[in-house]
């Protein structure tokens, strides 16, 4: 009872959702973000993998990712990315050197004369550079732009639809001493965090590339479902975490090998810490992991019992968690929480189950941050969306999706704490009716983002749920989930398909709270 006491004081502040902004198509136009083909209609030779032994179409490794009933989706993906990426970090964390090569389809409708990677850690306060640019084997022009930001790979021919292409660069980051920026991309004495250390190729649709400098509100990668071989090389007192799974450690010395494999992912994680410890347990079939500090133990009893009991509240909500293993780790983030695919950070001072970081006890903010990031499996990795421009499709939702844990956890009383807190958020700007719907730089100015976003958003979702009635509203969102698995959707089609579920006409409603008046 003590923590549905405390919901109702609750001002949660977690992690906003970054992306690569991009310009506004999320009007009431049901058009879908992205035209996808179906598989490559040419016959094209491409240069042999070289970094691990396996050829480009072969995904059977990646089936003990996933659990059983979601080994099919590798069957399916046409056109996919493949990622393979060789990491080195250096004993004294001052340089991680890296080789990557990726088979790149295009799978969009029109040719393309370049393809752009994100190098997300030049935002972060460190140096990423890349060299030996090559596609197909062959010597490429590449040029950093949008402040090295993003790197351009000029193309020697249009790449035409579905077609398929290889580029292979070197990339090195160097590692000052401090960590980075204090949210995505940090690492001490102790822990590495790791975000975003490869060059990643970004959502291409008819807006064209999406390779805008993201916001500091939101999170930074905007990215389709691909699939990961990654191999790292790092000293050998960290214990490495990240998306997928991963082999045994082969240990030499001072130094380890570990091999992961991650896909269908939108993202690659990758996380160590000196002295971490390791709770598990087992929920239908899905290994749970909880990386601490030995210190932290409570903390990360209390994280793998709330990410377990997420993980059954919403497979049974939504749709099936897809992957055998789910990791919650600490690092030292400035926000409460961090979501990537198979995998959620935490901050370090929520641990301390005795504290109160924010005015609230961290017994509080451990549950609501970890049952949240839980959320966004379903919401940013498994359905994807533009979440600089259309944050509230996975931030709200995930808002709400949260509010249903504390249903399924403690009751009405739980859930109605849990909604007691979004109105708090949006008081913190007087209850101003500002859209939800914006992109996440229009609220910045404001600072209303957190408030209107995590706020405002779920309110919208639960009046949303009153119009349709709550069993309708629970089937339209089981519904949403299944459609744009492994896609990408956007606010035009969840109002659409919400109107399909209750047959009525929702544009007033969307007027009043979504769209931009």
Known sequence: MKRICFLLILLITLAGCQVTASPTDHLESG??????????????????????????DERSDFTAGLIPSQQDILTHLPGATIYHILVDIQDDLSRLNGLMEVRYTNRETVPLNEIYFRLLPNLYQVKMTTANVKVNKQDAASEAVGASSSLRVDLPTPLEPET????????????P?????????VYNSQILALAQFYPLIPVYDEAGWHIEIPSASGDPTYADPGFFRVQVTAPSQYMMAASGVEEEPKIDGTRQVQVFRAGPVRDFYLCGGTGYTSLTTTRNGIVVNSYSLPSQKEGARLALDTAAAAIDSFNQRFAPYPYSEFDIVTIPTAVLGIEYPGITAINEDLYDLEGNVRGTPNEIYMESTVAHETGHQWFYNLVGSDQLNEPWLDEAVTQYATALYYLDAYGRSGEEGYIESWYARWDRVNREEIPIGLPVAAYDSTNSYSPIVYGRGPIFLSKLSDKLGEEKFNTFLKKYVEIYSWNIANTGRFKELAEESCGCKLTSLFKEWVFEK
């Open 164 to 175: 398929p292409i290889v580029i292979s660069m070197e990339f090195t980051i160097e590692l």
């Open 177 to 185: 001493p401090g960590g980075g920026n204090g949210l995505n991309f």
């Open 31 to 56: 058009t879908p973000t992205r035209a996808i083909s179906s598989s490559p209609s040419q016959q094209v030779i491409l240069p042999d993998p070289e970094l691990f032994p396996v050829s480009w």
